[in-house]
């Protein structure tokens, strides 16, 4: 695989050091522009077995998150318009486009912190689940701008995610409240909108987040909270417009508890969960707000679809 860096992140992907869907895709770009930067191949068609084997190595350490796959396909996108090409300006155009993806990620968050801090309201109380660095821009941002805001946090079981948040969010000066995760119907009628991130959203407008996001949602729509989701346009999932299911990922019971204190007892431990679109009130996302049911031709548009190609 080359260079060492390369594995490491691929493993810390993996092991959920490097976690977010944002982070991961950012993290695989800047995988992909090491190994360009350090590949030994001698020939082109040398150099993209080398990348397409990065690739696939990334590809395999988490399967949810649609952000991987996406920035993958950014980078390589860019090799393949290349075709032919000399060896020094496939390198080239590795590195160049991983930029742009860490580079249009970045500034994504920015600016849906912008866009969505519009819909957060003087006075507001929020809720929101796991650890988004796109849902914390927009608590982050309204509250900058001088909004007197309060922000329930779940605790987000197994890994505790809700944690980060907390610190984030009190260190930034935001009132916040740690809650366990089946507190939420219990404070649901304190809260006036939830805001939420997003590691897949389906062509249906079906949003695939941390476990427990669909319970919240629920939660909301039987209170009549709004719910909100914050997500890159990089987190629409193009498959999904071909029938494709979003793969959840079952992580180890061990994350859980210790599986040996509890013999012929079976633990699952499945790490994200489907929100259906009507219990999401509307996506912020870096092109602008949009309703659930626009997902479809946002990817459409964002990967210039045509009827009968097979997308990722
Ligand atoms: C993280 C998670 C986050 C989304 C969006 O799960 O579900 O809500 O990835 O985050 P995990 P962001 O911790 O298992 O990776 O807005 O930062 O991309």
Redesign the pocket.
Known sequence: MGHPDVKRIAREIRT?KI??????GRAAATALKLAAKSSKASTSAGFLKEIEEVASHLLSTRPT?V?LPNAVRFVTLGLKRERGADLVTLRRAAISRADEFIRMSRMA?KTIGEIGARRVSDGDVLMT???????LAVIKTAFEQGKHVEVFVTESRP?R?GLISVRELSRAGVPTTLIVDSAVRHFIRDVDKVI????SIAANGAVI??IGTSQIALAAHEARVLFFV???SY?FHPGTLVGRLVEIEERPPEEIVKPKRFPRVKIRNP??DVTPPDYVDLIITERGIIPPSAAYTIIQELFEWRPGEELI
Not at 19 to 24: F, L
Not at 129 to 135: G, I, M, T, W
């Open positions: 959920m976690r977010g869907a944002g982070r991961v998150a952000s968050v689940h796991c650890n988004s660095d796109c849902a890994a995610q939420v991130g997003a590691d987040n941390k914050a997500a890159e987190k790490v994200f």
